[in-house]
Protein backbone atom coordinates (compact mmCIF):
# COMPACT_ATOMS: atom_id res chain seq x y z
CA UNK A 1 0.00 0.00 0.00
CA UNK A 2 1.50 3.45 -1.03
CA UNK A 3 2.24 5.51 1.69
CA UNK A 4 0.79 9.11 0.70
CA UNK A 5 -2.38 9.73 -0.97
CA UNK A 6 -2.42 10.51 -5.03
CA UNK A 7 -3.13 14.13 -4.83
CA UNK A 8 -0.68 14.87 -1.93
CA UNK A 9 2.31 12.85 -3.94
CA UNK A 10 1.61 15.79 -6.66
CA UNK A 11 2.45 18.49 -4.04
CA UNK A 12 6.40 18.90 -3.81
CA UNK A 13 8.00 19.49 -0.11
CA UNK A 14 7.22 23.07 0.87
CA UNK A 15 10.29 25.00 0.39
CA UNK A 16 10.04 27.36 3.20
CA UNK A 17 9.26 25.19 5.30
CA UNK A 18 13.49 24.67 5.98
CA UNK A 19 13.56 28.55 7.57
CA UNK A 20 10.45 28.33 8.77
CA UNK A 21 12.01 25.50 11.14
CA UNK A 22 14.86 27.45 11.17
CA UNK A 23 13.01 30.74 12.79
CA UNK A 24 11.24 28.78 15.29
CA UNK A 25 14.15 26.92 16.46
CA UNK A 26 16.41 30.17 17.04
CA UNK A 27 13.15 31.94 18.43
CA UNK A 28 12.81 28.80 20.74
CA UNK A 29 16.76 29.95 22.03
CA UNK A 30 15.41 33.62 22.42
CA UNK A 31 16.59 35.01 19.33
CA UNK A 32 15.17 38.11 18.06
CA UNK A 33 14.10 37.31 14.59
CA UNK A 34 13.41 40.17 11.85
CA UNK A 35 10.66 38.35 9.64
CA UNK A 36 10.43 39.52 5.94
CA UNK A 37 9.62 35.75 4.97
CA UNK A 38 5.50 36.16 4.99
CA UNK A 39 3.34 38.21 3.53
CA UNK A 40 1.51 39.06 6.52
CA UNK A 41 0.25 42.38 6.95
CA UNK A 42 1.35 43.80 10.74
CA UNK A 43 -1.17 46.61 10.64
CA UNK A 44 -4.54 46.69 12.61
CA UNK A 45 -7.89 46.24 10.60
CA UNK A 46 -9.16 49.55 10.51
CA UNK A 47 -11.50 50.76 13.35
CA UNK A 48 -14.74 51.26 11.60
CA UNK A 49 -14.72 47.92 9.81
CA UNK A 50 -13.94 46.13 13.41
CA UNK A 51 -16.58 48.00 15.18
CA UNK A 52 -19.13 46.81 11.86
CA UNK A 53 -17.93 43.62 12.83
CA UNK A 54 -19.04 43.41 16.73
CA UNK A 55 -22.01 45.08 15.74
CA UNK A 56 -23.51 42.73 13.65
CA UNK A 57 -21.87 39.62 15.16
CA UNK A 58 -24.52 41.04 18.41
CA UNK A 59 -27.48 40.23 16.59
CA UNK A 60 -28.57 36.77 17.55
CA UNK A 61 -29.25 35.67 14.06
CA UNK A 62 -25.58 36.04 13.02
CA UNK A 63 -24.38 33.21 13.50
CA UNK A 64 -26.81 31.18 10.98
CA UNK A 65 -25.44 29.98 7.85
CA UNK A 66 -24.60 32.42 5.00
CA UNK A 67 -24.95 32.04 1.01
CA UNK A 68 -22.08 29.96 -0.16
CA UNK A 69 -21.35 33.17 -2.75
CA UNK A 70 -21.91 35.34 -0.50
CA UNK A 71 -24.56 37.58 0.84
CA UNK A 72 -26.10 40.13 -2.00
CA UNK A 73 -24.80 43.06 0.14
CA UNK A 74 -21.29 42.08 -0.26
CA UNK A 75 -21.69 41.32 -3.64
CA UNK A 76 -23.15 44.74 -4.14
CA UNK A 77 -20.47 46.02 -2.32
CA UNK A 78 -17.71 44.62 -4.57
CA UNK A 79 -19.67 45.49 -7.77
CA UNK A 80 -19.22 49.18 -6.60
CA UNK A 81 -16.09 48.78 -5.85
CA UNK A 82 -15.23 47.86 -9.57
CA UNK A 83 -17.61 50.65 -11.14
CA UNK A 84 -15.63 53.51 -8.67
CA UNK A 85 -12.44 52.36 -9.12
CA UNK A 86 -12.06 50.98 -12.88
CA UNK A 87 -15.19 52.00 -14.51
CA UNK A 88 -16.38 48.65 -14.52
CA UNK A 89 -20.12 47.86 -14.20
CA UNK A 90 -20.48 44.57 -12.87
CA UNK A 91 -24.05 41.93 -12.00
CA UNK A 92 -23.49 41.14 -8.34
CA UNK A 93 -25.91 38.40 -9.23
CA UNK A 94 -24.05 36.99 -12.15
CA UNK A 95 -20.27 37.93 -12.29
CA UNK A 96 -19.47 38.54 -8.66
CA UNK A 97 -18.71 35.44 -6.53
CA UNK A 98 -17.54 36.22 -2.70
CA UNK A 99 -14.87 33.89 -1.50
CA UNK A 100 -12.97 32.88 1.32
CA UNK A 101 -10.29 34.92 0.44
CA UNK A 102 -8.70 35.27 -2.84
CA UNK A 103 -6.61 31.95 -2.47
CA UNK A 104 -9.32 29.86 -1.63
CA UNK A 105 -11.22 31.50 -4.57
CA UNK A 106 -8.61 30.36 -7.18
CA UNK A 107 -8.15 26.83 -6.27
CA UNK A 108 -11.76 25.91 -6.26
CA UNK A 109 -11.63 28.05 -9.76
CA UNK A 110 -9.00 25.96 -10.89
CA UNK A 111 -10.83 22.62 -9.05
CA UNK A 112 -14.68 24.23 -11.33
CA UNK A 113 -12.33 24.64 -14.65
CA UNK A 114 -10.16 22.10 -14.90
CA UNK A 115 -10.19 18.53 -16.33
CA UNK A 116 -7.53 15.98 -15.73
CA UNK A 117 -5.16 16.65 -18.12
CA UNK A 118 -5.86 19.97 -18.99
CA UNK A 119 -3.13 22.26 -19.87
CA UNK A 120 -2.78 25.54 -17.87
CA UNK A 121 -0.25 28.54 -19.01
CA UNK A 122 1.76 29.69 -15.78
CA UNK A 123 3.95 32.42 -14.86
CA UNK A 124 7.16 31.68 -13.57
CA UNK A 125 8.28 32.56 -10.53
CA UNK A 126 4.32 32.47 -9.25
CA UNK A 127 2.82 32.22 -5.67
CA UNK A 128 2.37 29.01 -4.93
CA UNK A 129 -1.47 28.52 -5.62
CA UNK A 130 -1.49 29.59 -9.19
CA UNK A 131 0.34 26.30 -10.17
CA UNK A 132 -0.85 24.24 -7.18
CA UNK A 133 -4.75 24.79 -7.51
CA UNK A 134 -4.61 23.29 -11.00
CA UNK A 135 -2.53 20.59 -10.01
CA UNK A 136 -4.39 19.43 -7.38
CA UNK A 137 -7.45 19.53 -9.64
CA UNK A 138 -5.43 17.36 -12.03
CA UNK A 139 -4.55 20.22 -14.58
CA UNK A 140 -1.15 20.14 -16.04
CA UNK A 141 1.01 22.82 -15.71
CA UNK A 142 3.25 24.64 -18.47
CA UNK A 143 5.54 26.95 -17.15
CA UNK A 144 6.78 30.09 -18.86
CA UNK A 145 9.63 32.45 -17.44
CA UNK A 146 8.22 35.21 -16.14
CA UNK A 147 10.51 37.81 -14.67
CA UNK A 148 9.52 40.73 -16.99
CA UNK A 149 5.74 40.74 -17.95
CA UNK A 150 7.39 41.26 -21.12
CA UNK A 151 9.25 37.64 -21.26
CA UNK A 152 5.60 36.11 -20.01
CA UNK A 153 3.47 37.41 -22.84
CA UNK A 154 6.13 36.86 -25.64
CA UNK A 155 6.21 32.97 -24.14
CA UNK A 156 2.96 32.40 -24.34
CA UNK A 157 2.42 31.81 -27.86
CA UNK A 158 5.88 29.25 -27.69
CA UNK A 159 3.85 27.05 -24.95
CA UNK A 160 0.80 27.06 -26.73
CA UNK A 161 2.73 25.77 -29.78
CA UNK A 162 4.43 22.99 -28.16
CA UNK A 163 1.98 21.70 -25.43
CA UNK A 164 -0.15 19.01 -26.24
CA UNK A 165 -3.18 19.07 -25.61
CA UNK A 166 -3.60 22.36 -26.54
CA UNK A 167 -3.50 24.94 -23.19
CA UNK A 168 -7.04 25.98 -21.76
CA UNK A 169 -6.58 28.33 -19.27
CA UNK A 170 -4.07 31.25 -19.11
CA UNK A 171 -2.69 32.78 -15.36
CA UNK A 172 -1.99 36.42 -14.93
CA UNK A 173 -1.05 38.07 -12.08
CA UNK A 174 -0.20 42.23 -11.93
CA UNK A 175 1.10 43.27 -9.37
CA UNK A 176 3.21 40.12 -9.12
CA UNK A 177 3.48 38.19 -6.29
CA UNK A 178 6.92 37.29 -5.76
CA UNK A 179 8.10 39.80 -8.28
CA UNK A 180 6.66 42.80 -7.64
CA UNK A 181 5.85 43.73 -11.39
CA UNK A 182 3.18 46.16 -12.94
CA UNK A 183 1.56 46.30 -15.99
CA UNK A 184 -0.21 48.79 -18.13
CA UNK A 185 -3.49 48.56 -19.70
CA UNK A 186 -2.09 47.98 -22.86
CA UNK A 187 -0.38 44.69 -21.49
CA UNK A 188 -4.10 43.06 -20.95
CA UNK A 189 -5.39 44.49 -24.43
CA UNK A 190 -2.18 42.57 -25.70
CA UNK A 191 -3.07 39.16 -23.17
CA UNK A 192 -6.71 39.12 -23.87
CA UNK A 193 -6.19 39.41 -27.87
CA UNK A 194 -3.69 36.46 -27.29
CA UNK A 195 -6.27 34.64 -25.59
CA UNK A 196 -8.76 34.79 -27.89
CA UNK A 197 -6.81 33.28 -31.15
CA UNK A 198 -5.46 30.64 -28.81
CA UNK A 199 -9.31 29.74 -27.80
CA UNK A 200 -7.89 30.63 -23.84
CA UNK A 201 -9.53 31.41 -20.58
CA UNK A 202 -7.93 34.33 -18.15
CA UNK A 203 -7.71 34.06 -14.83
CA UNK A 204 -6.21 37.35 -13.35
CA UNK A 205 -5.16 37.87 -9.87
CA UNK A 206 -5.14 40.90 -8.42
CA UNK A 207 -5.21 40.77 -4.57
CA UNK A 208 -2.49 43.73 -4.61
CA UNK A 209 -4.35 46.22 -6.96
CA UNK A 210 -4.10 49.06 -4.00
CA UNK A 211 -0.73 48.62 -2.72
CA UNK A 212 1.48 50.65 -5.34
CA UNK A 213 3.96 53.28 -5.28
CA UNK A 214 5.19 55.07 -8.12
CA UNK A 215 3.07 54.65 -11.20
CA UNK A 216 -0.59 55.48 -11.59
CA UNK A 217 -3.30 52.76 -10.03
CA UNK A 218 -2.78 49.12 -11.53
CA UNK A 219 -5.21 48.87 -14.35
CA UNK A 220 -7.76 45.65 -14.59
CA UNK A 221 -7.90 43.18 -17.30
CA UNK A 222 -11.97 44.14 -17.28
CA UNK A 223 -11.38 47.38 -18.52
CA UNK A 224 -10.24 45.80 -21.95
CA UNK A 225 -13.48 45.74 -24.36
CA UNK A 226 -14.54 42.04 -24.81
CA UNK A 227 -12.67 40.46 -22.04
CA UNK A 228 -15.31 39.34 -20.07
CA UNK A 229 -16.16 37.10 -22.69
CA UNK A 230 -13.25 35.33 -21.79
CA UNK A 231 -11.60 36.26 -18.02
CA UNK A 232 -12.59 36.61 -14.50
CA UNK A 233 -10.27 38.36 -12.08
CA UNK A 234 -9.70 37.57 -8.25
CA UNK A 235 -9.44 40.10 -5.67
CA UNK A 236 -8.78 40.12 -2.27
CA UNK A 237 -9.67 42.68 0.80
CA UNK A 238 -6.52 41.18 2.59
CA UNK A 239 -3.60 43.83 1.87
CA UNK A 240 -6.40 46.38 0.86
CA UNK A 241 -7.75 46.80 4.08
CA UNK A 242 -5.29 44.57 6.69
CA UNK A 243 -8.06 42.22 6.52
CA UNK A 244 -5.50 39.08 5.76
CA UNK A 245 -6.91 36.47 8.57
CA UNK A 246 -10.60 37.81 8.02
CA UNK A 247 -10.45 35.70 4.36
CA UNK A 248 -12.60 38.29 1.90
CA UNK A 249 -11.67 37.73 -1.67
CA UNK A 250 -13.58 37.85 -4.90
CA UNK A 251 -13.78 36.16 -8.36
CA UNK A 252 -15.44 39.08 -11.19
CA UNK A 253 -16.45 38.65 -14.35
CA UNK A 254 -17.32 36.02 -16.91
CA UNK A 255 -20.48 34.56 -15.80
CA UNK A 256 -19.89 31.22 -17.30
CA UNK A 257 -16.70 31.02 -15.15
CA UNK A 258 -18.37 32.66 -12.26
CA UNK A 259 -21.71 30.59 -12.14
CA UNK A 260 -18.99 27.06 -12.12
CA UNK A 261 -17.06 28.52 -9.48
CA UNK A 262 -20.27 29.28 -7.36
CA UNK A 263 -21.85 25.90 -8.06
CA UNK A 264 -18.73 24.51 -6.74
CA UNK A 265 -18.57 26.43 -4.00
CA UNK A 266 -22.26 25.32 -2.94
CA UNK A 267 -20.97 21.78 -2.30
CA UNK A 268 -17.86 22.92 -0.25
CA UNK A 269 -19.31 25.99 2.11
CA UNK A 270 -21.96 28.16 3.63
CA UNK A 271 -19.68 31.46 2.92
CA UNK A 272 -18.24 33.44 5.43
CA UNK A 273 -19.28 34.44 8.66
CA UNK A 274 -22.28 36.75 8.25
CA UNK A 275 -20.32 39.63 10.47
CA UNK A 276 -17.14 39.41 8.76
CA UNK A 277 -18.91 39.91 5.31
CA UNK A 278 -21.40 42.89 6.44
CA UNK A 279 -17.89 44.31 7.89
CA UNK A 280 -16.69 43.38 4.39
CA UNK A 281 -19.20 45.59 2.48
CA UNK A 282 -18.31 48.51 5.35
CA UNK A 283 -15.10 48.57 3.96
CA UNK A 284 -15.50 48.89 0.07
CA UNK A 285 -18.71 51.29 0.63
CA UNK A 286 -17.23 53.43 3.53
CA UNK A 287 -14.26 56.02 4.00
CA UNK A 288 -11.31 55.15 2.05
CA UNK A 289 -8.69 57.03 3.35
CA UNK A 290 -7.65 54.08 5.48
CA UNK A 291 -6.52 52.60 2.59
CA UNK A 292 -4.05 55.69 1.40
CA UNK A 293 -2.82 54.93 5.01
CA UNK A 294 -1.63 51.65 4.32
CA UNK A 295 -0.19 52.18 1.15
CA UNK A 296 1.45 55.36 2.62
CA UNK A 297 2.74 52.76 5.34
CA UNK A 298 4.15 50.24 2.58
CA UNK A 299 6.20 53.01 0.56
CA UNK A 300 7.38 54.41 3.77
CA UNK A 301 8.88 50.82 4.88
CA UNK A 302 10.04 50.11 0.71
CA UNK A 303 11.93 53.65 0.80
CA UNK A 304 13.66 52.70 3.88
CA UNK A 305 14.11 49.36 3.00
CA UNK A 306 16.08 50.03 -0.09
CA UNK A 307 18.15 53.16 1.38
CA UNK A 308 19.28 51.39 4.14
CA UNK A 309 19.93 48.05 2.28
CA UNK A 310 21.91 49.78 -0.05
CA UNK A 311 24.01 51.19 2.62
CA UNK A 312 24.88 47.91 3.73
CA UNK A 313 25.96 47.08 0.55
CA UNK A 314 22.78 45.06 -1.07
CA UNK A 315 21.39 46.76 -3.93
CA UNK A 316 17.28 46.11 -3.80
CA UNK A 317 15.13 47.08 -6.57
CA UNK A 318 12.52 49.50 -5.65
CA UNK A 319 9.09 48.02 -6.32
CA UNK A 320 6.80 49.82 -7.68
CA UNK A 321 3.91 47.73 -6.33
CA UNK A 322 2.70 45.34 -4.27
CA UNK A 323 3.91 44.79 -0.23
CA UNK A 324 7.04 42.71 -1.23
CA UNK A 325 10.77 43.38 -2.72
CA UNK A 326 12.36 40.80 -5.20
CA UNK A 327 15.53 40.78 -4.41
CA UNK A 328 19.11 38.87 -6.25
CA UNK A 329 20.94 37.19 -3.91
CA UNK A 330 23.73 39.23 -2.59
CA UNK A 331 27.25 39.01 -4.79
CA UNK A 332 28.98 36.94 -2.27
CA UNK A 333 26.41 34.44 -2.10
CA UNK A 334 24.85 33.58 -5.41
CA UNK A 335 26.94 30.31 -5.79
CA UNK A 336 25.24 28.86 -3.04
CA UNK A 337 21.16 29.22 -3.83
CA UNK A 338 18.29 31.23 -2.72
CA UNK A 339 17.45 28.96 -0.18
CA UNK A 340 21.15 28.32 1.51
CA UNK A 341 21.27 31.98 1.24
CA UNK A 342 17.90 32.21 3.34
CA UNK A 343 19.13 29.76 5.51
CA UNK A 344 22.52 31.35 6.27
CA UNK A 345 21.24 34.65 6.66
CA UNK A 346 18.25 33.73 9.09
CA UNK A 347 21.12 31.73 11.21
CA UNK A 348 23.98 34.20 10.96
CA UNK A 349 22.00 37.67 10.60
CA UNK A 350 18.45 36.94 12.47
CA UNK A 351 17.00 38.20 9.38
CA UNK A 352 14.23 35.70 7.54
CA UNK A 353 13.49 35.98 3.67
CA UNK A 354 11.21 34.18 1.20
CA UNK A 355 13.56 31.92 -0.72
CA UNK A 356 13.08 32.81 -4.95
CA UNK A 357 12.73 28.38 -5.56
CA UNK A 358 10.22 28.61 -3.18
CA UNK A 359 8.11 30.13 -6.80
CA UNK A 360 9.21 28.13 -9.11
CA UNK A 361 12.47 27.00 -10.73
CA UNK A 362 13.21 30.30 -12.53
CA UNK A 363 13.17 32.55 -9.07
CA UNK A 364 16.10 30.81 -7.99
CA UNK A 365 19.24 33.50 -7.64
CA UNK A 366 16.87 35.78 -5.62
CA UNK A 367 14.50 36.49 -2.61
CA UNK A 368 10.94 37.66 -1.76
CA UNK A 369 11.57 40.43 1.16
CA UNK A 370 7.90 41.16 2.89
CA UNK A 371 7.44 44.52 4.00
CA UNK A 372 6.03 43.52 7.35
CA UNK A 373 8.36 45.17 9.75
CA UNK A 374 8.56 48.70 10.79
CA UNK A 375 10.97 51.26 10.06
CA UNK A 376 13.21 50.44 12.78
CA UNK A 377 13.24 47.16 12.53
CA UNK A 378 14.65 47.33 8.91
CA UNK A 379 17.03 49.67 9.90
CA UNK A 380 18.41 47.04 12.26
CA UNK A 381 18.18 44.57 9.73
CA UNK A 382 20.14 46.62 7.72
CA UNK A 383 22.64 46.42 10.28
CA UNK A 384 22.82 43.21 10.67
CA UNK A 385 22.90 42.38 6.83
CA UNK A 386 26.26 44.63 6.65
CA UNK A 387 28.21 42.99 8.87
CA UNK A 388 26.80 39.72 7.57
CA UNK A 389 27.85 40.52 3.77
CA UNK A 390 31.36 41.95 5.69
CA UNK A 391 31.76 38.18 7.01
CA UNK A 392 31.09 36.45 3.91
CA UNK A 393 34.32 34.44 4.03
CA UNK A 394 33.96 32.67 7.51
CA UNK A 395 30.35 32.02 7.13
CA UNK A 396 30.54 30.16 3.63
CA UNK A 397 33.75 28.58 5.10
CA UNK A 398 31.54 27.11 8.04
CA UNK A 399 28.91 26.27 5.73
CA UNK A 400 31.10 24.34 3.19
CA UNK A 401 32.76 22.45 5.87
CA UNK A 402 29.53 21.50 7.93
CA UNK A 403 28.36 20.06 4.53
CA UNK A 404 31.59 18.16 3.43
CA UNK A 405 30.82 16.64 7.33
CA UNK A 406 27.27 15.60 6.52
Same mark, same amino acid.
Given at each position: ?9 ? *? ?13 ? *? ?7 ? /? ?14 ? /? ?9 ? $? ?29 ? /? ?31 ? $? ?12 ? @? ?26 ? &? ?10 ? $? ?27 ? &? ?53 ? @? ?23 ? /? ?54 ? *? ?9 ? +???? +? ?20 ? $? ?5 ? *??? &? ?14
Amino acid at each position: MTTEFHRIRR *LPPYVFEEVNRIKAK *LRAEGTDII /DFGMGNPDMPTPKHIV /DKLIETARDPK $AGRYSASKGVIGLRRAMAGYYDRRYGVKLNP /DTEVVATLGSKEGFANLANALTAPGDVIICPNP $AYPIHAFGFIMAGG @VIRHVPALSPEEYLSGIGRAVKHSAPPP &SILILSYPSNPT $AQWVDLDFYKDAVQLAKKHDLLIISDVAY &SEIYFDNNPPPSILQVEGARDIAVEVNSLSKTYAMAGWRVGMVVGNERMCAALAR @VKSYLDYGAFLPIQVAAAAALNGPQ /DCVEEIRGIYKGRRDTLVSSMKRAGWDIPAPPASMFAWAKVPEQYKDIGSMQFSRL *LVEEAGVAVAP +GSGF +GEYGEGYVRIGLVENEHRIKQA $ARNVKKF *LAD &SDRILAKAHNAMAGQ
